[in-house]
């Protein structure tokens, strides 16, 4: 059972594999409108981490925040490895704010990069933190995606338990399943753009 808050957005994700990444997985080449077959999203070219931080003049955020890191695949038509694709990740420090003047004062955590060659992006963070204000959303993180003249508009809310056998493509919450270890925070996303 999954334990989510529910975001508007727009992917699907599914979690943790118990075996070790397998760096040149592949994909079953099922069509994307019937899901794709869960593979481990396995460890990003180097070049493909993105690490937030201020932007836009922003200071640094003052509020201490647990170590995240997000190891995501993203799949395109026919389940294909969206190499290439343009990534910004944005999200609120440990307070919950975006940037030192609140609300939607972008931002503290700002990240832009590109999915490598496998479709895979890292993402080393802070966990961050619900907004502080009465009935705000679950903690998430923004990511916007595009590939192939195509836009996403994503949010990355977090999770626990077993994700499923297969990942369907959608316009809702992108949740990712975590687990704590002594480093912090650590989750595994496989994500479907729906078309």
Not at 39 to 47: E, F, I, L, T, Y
Not at 126 to 151: C, G, K, M, T, W
Not at 177 to 188: C, K, Y
Request: charged share 20%; proline share 9%; net charge negative.
């Amino acid at each position: 059972m999954w334990a989510v808050g529910v975001l508007a957005a727009g992917l699907v994700v599914a979690g943790c594999d118990g075996g070790a990444p397998r760096p040149d997985a592949s994909p079953s080449p099922s069509a994307s409108t019937a899901g794709c077959a869960r593979v481990a999203a396995g460890r990003a070219d180097a070049a493909a981490t993105l690490r937030p931080g201020p932007s836009e003049g922003k200071p640094k955020a003052t509020a201490a925040g647990e170590a995240l890191v997000v190891d995501a695949l993203v799949l395109g038509e026919a389940c294909a490895p969206a190499a290439g694709a343009a990534l910004r990740i944005w999200h609120t420090d440990a307070r919950g704010l975006y940037g030192p003047k609140g609300g939607d004062d972008c931002c503290f955590y700002e990240a832009l990069g590109t999915s490598d060659h496998s479709g895979r992006f890292r993402l080393e963070t802070i966990r961050p933190a619900q907004y502080p204000e009465p009935n705000a959303p679950a903690a998430h993180i923004h990511v916007r995606i595009d590939h192939r003249d195509l836009r996403y508009e994503v949010t990355m809310v977090f999770g626990f338990g077993s994700p499923p056998a297969t990942v369907m493509p959608t316009d809702g919450p992108v949740v990712v399943p975590l687990s704590h270890d002594s480093a912090g925070w650590r989750g595994e996303a496989v994500v479907v753009l729906a078309s």
